[in-house]
């Protein structure tokens, strides 16, 4: 993937000021950890449990069924585990289990905060960080928020082999010093695999996910979650060109999820070459990473937000036009489950959550 002048490289590098230079593109903010529960109001919509485990952050409206003719995020959240108030959308992915080679029992590997924002350590408990970019290149830059009720789905839960989703997801191998800064290089490039890696990563592992950033322009969703909703030609991050059947540019939302896998970094855990995560949707090989998303924005705070960024937004810097909360009580916004489990975040689990089995 070749990547224009202003590059998300310039986000993870040391220097703090390289960081300022690059930013000019894209909102960066940390979520929370709402909630880690068998619920998936996007693909099983009233399901008390759904098939596999999610980690959800974001507003606590989250519920079995969104249907956006009876839930209104922004009206009926009471909080946001988001940093930015007026973002009570929910974002959520599937989680990563360790499987003993000893007996075969699963723990839930547990998310980390992603390194620096303003040259700090991020006040964040577990959950994710939210990307959302206009175009890097081109002359026009202006991208169209969605309307309330959008969402959509990036990857597919059952590949089991690379067929062509590794330029929008991946993960990245960490170093220990990564802990703190995040790890460098644009996202999906390098050294990064759309299979989970096949060593012990010292800092732990990070998973990416890219969505589209074209739209159909009508429909608030499809049958299929993704439809509705298309890559732009030339690359699948921050390209500028949208096809003719999705005309209308959309911020680019992605994830990034730091997921601590140090606690199993022993050698004897990978013997034979042989990685020990699965997903919770039973995948052991990582190809069939995927995240949901569900817009829930209050008013127009995401569009003026994407209007200002290079002037009074980038990357993390964005108080002037968006309101923004203490870490302390993004963290303290959190759910009881809905579909009551042990979900093995501290306890050692005989199989996955649902009895999903591992292929």
Not at 27 to 37: A, T, Y
Not at 315 to 344: M, P
Request: glycine residues 10%; charged residues 15%; neutral net charge.
């Amino acid at each position: 993937m070749l990547w224009p002048t202003i590059t998300l490289a310039a986000l993870f590098a040391q220097d703090v000021s390289a960081q300022v230079q690059g930013s000019a593109d894209f909102l960066r903010f940390g979520c929370s950890q709402l909630v880690v529960e068998r619920i998936d109001p996007l693909v099983s919509p009233g399901a008390n449990p759904s098939p596999h485990t999610h980690q959800i952050v974001g507003g606590n409206s989250f519920n079995t069924t969104m249907d956006p003719n009876t839930i209104d995020p922004p009206t009926q959240s009471t909080c946001t585990s988001c940093i930015y108030t007026e973002d009570t959308s929910n974002y959520w992915t599937a989680s990563i289990y360790f499987r003993s080679p000893e007996n075969g029992t699963f723990k839930r590997v547990p998310q980390m905060a992603n390194g620096r924002l303003n040259g700090t350590l991020l006040e964040q408990e577990g959950g994710l960080t939210v990307y959302y970019m206009r175009p890097f290149s081109g002359s026009n830059k202006k991208t169209t928020v969605p309307k309330p009720g959008f969402r959509m789905l990036a990857g597919d839960p059952t590949l089991r082999s690379k067929a062509g989703n590794f330029a929008n997801i991946c993960h990245r191998c960490l170093q220990a010093s990564d802990r703190v800064m995040g790890g460098s290089g644009a996202p999906c490039s390098a050294s990064d695999t759309a299979a989970f890696p096949s060593k012990v990563c010292p800092g732990g592992i990070r998973g990416t996910i890219i969505f589209p950033s074209c739209w159909d322009g009508k429909n608030l969703d499809s049958p299929d979650h993704r439809s509705h909703v298309a890559y732009a030609a030339g690359s699948a991050l921050a390209g500028d060109k949208c096809p003719s059947t999705h005309p209308v540019r959309i911020p680019q939302v992605m994830y990034e999820i730091m997921f601590d896998t140090t606690q199993f970094n022993n050698p004897d855990y990978w013997k034979n070459g042989k990685q020990p995560f699965v997903y919770s949707f039973g995948d052991p090989t990582g190809y069939g990473a995927h995240a949901d998303y569900l817009f829930g924005w209050q008013g127009d705070a995401l569009q003026r937000a994407m209007d200002a960024l290079g002037t009074k937004c980038a990357s993390e810097d964005c108080t002037k036009v968006l309101k923004i909360q203490d870490g302390k009580n993004a963290i303290g916004c959190t759910k009881a489950q809905l579909a009551k489990e042990d979900v093995g975040s501290s306890t050692w689990l005989q199989t996955l959550p649902g009895e999903v089995a591992v292929i």
